[in-house]
């Protein structure tokens, strides 16, 4: 239940706070006092659009603050505040929006600051907010659909759900079948390109690192004969053959100084076993030198042979990668592509098949949707008509109607080719005898603005019994309705009152004189709302302001005794039960 709403600088309105409590409250002022700017405030409070024109001119932005009442509506909700690292103080959840003059929206929730998104997730099991223009979505097919499916429950809204997914699967699948189908021919092209590649791969058969191996190669074949001179010197400075001075031989003359004196000195020593170790490094690496030099021999043969190699790998990298390991690696990728593309066919079959298994599922999930709407729809329209009943329209009678289309292209059900949507295989549609006897007709063909307006409440409260929900919001439903019809709609919102909190914007006193509580909104002399403009009237403010909705009139005698006998009225039948 939503327990106080806080609104400042929106619309026409400076600063207001509204308490509201159980039942049924009324909200009425003078055209352009900022009425509906409550149920504006209440739909950004909700998740709605944020719009920076809605906010005062002249402030820096606007503000809506709600305490809602959240006591005994089960853990989910905690949950979701929980989840969004809000808090619930004393079984209260303050929300909160507020818009920038710029344009710019933030939006709170149990303390913390939260995607507007997710209000509308955490309002949505709180609040139903219905306007005037709920009016005109009721006569379009889908919001008609989905009043039925809301009414049949949960376990028809899994039926949807269960339907709706395996639509998407199925078109899906039928995309895919589509483009494979398409591209065969540019998918066999790209085949033989690959096999070309492949094979000019296996051709060549390279080892991974082979390029690199055999770049080496052929510069030490090219340069063999200068490496083995370079060699030949450096081993003869290591270690002469012919006893000229050498390295080896130096080393071991300065070894043989120190050893002579290492007994008068421990660091002489250590320099003499540190000359010894070098000694031997030098004569190890003057063998590796002559080896090495001894090993450079100029091959004419191979060093052709390696050349040629290298262009032959030269001619893969030049196509298929920077280095030979790249290319292997394309080799790789290439022929798992390979693999898929040859399996064309294969693929085909396969999502062939795929594609009719599920169209077989979806038929066997729509026709279970659509016995369990067919169910549905006799029982709401008969609730609806009740309600029409109990609304002044004692010889109405909604009529909900499903029909289905034949479609070459559709599912088999029944015997039938019918065409199908996400929404199932059934076309809703709900129709109206306005009186007894009359051909039921299409609700834009039969229902006048004010019949409209009472199919719609109809038609809420009908979901209201399988969809409970703690706060309705109506936004002048009864524009249209006037006299007894007016009268019968107070009735019966007073009704819904008894279940669930109310709140009503109306300009007919025989709808506000049903409410529990009266709340006016009041213009100041400059044209705007001021701090004060929402005021809970008391019971003789109440009768001023019924005289006025009733003949413009506040001090008259006679409008108010008016005004006085239509609260009465309206009390009397209040407790009068029905």
Known sequence: MLEELRITSLGVIDESVLELGPGFTAITGETGAGKTMVVTALGLLLGGRADSGAVRTGAKGARVEGVVRVDGLGAELRDKVDGLGGEIEDG???????????????????????????????????VAVHGQSDQHRLLQAAAQRDALDSFAGAKTLELRRRYAETFRTLRAT????????????ERAQ?????????GEVEAVAPEPGEDVALAAEESRLGFADTLRTAAAQARECLSSEDGGPDALGTVSAARKLLDGVRDHDPEAASLADRLAEVSYLLSDVAADVSSYASGLDTDPARLAAVSERRASLTALTRKYGDTIDDVLAWSQTASLRLLDLDNTDEHIEELTRRRDELRAELAAHGAALSAARAKAATKLGKVVSDELTSLAMPHAELTVALSRSDDPDGLPVDGRTVRFTSSGLDDVEFLMAANTGAEPRPLNKGASGGELSRVMLAVEVALAATNPVPTFV?????????????????????????????????????????????????????????????????????????????????????????????????????????
């Open 92 to 126: 209260q959840l303050l929300l909160a929006r507020q818009i920038s003059a710029e344009g710019r929206s933030r939006a709170f929730a149990g303390g913390v600051a939260v995607p507007a998104s997710a209000l509308a997730g955490l309002a949505d099991p709180l």
């Open 174 to 185: 039928e995309s895919e079948l589509a483009e494979v189908v398409q591209t065969a021919r």
């Open 190 to 198: 790209e085949a033989d390109l690959l096999r070309f590649g492949l």
């Open 474 to 578: 109506f936004d002048e439903v009864d524009a249209g309705v006037g006299g007894k019809a007016a009268v019968e709609v107070g009735r019966r919102l007073a009704m819904l009152a008894r279940h669930a909190q109310v709140l009503v914007v109306t300009h007919l006193p025989q709808v506000a004189a049903f409410a529990d509580h009266h709340c006016v909104v009041r213009k100041s002399s400059d044209g705007t709302v001021t701090t004060s403009g929402l005021t809970v009237l008391d019971d003789s403010a109440r009768v001023r302001e019924l005289s006025r909705m009733l003949a413009g009139l506040e001090d008259s005698d006679t409008a108010l005794a008016h005004a006085q006998e239509l609260l009465d009225t309206a009390q009397e039948a209040r407790a009068t039960p029905r």
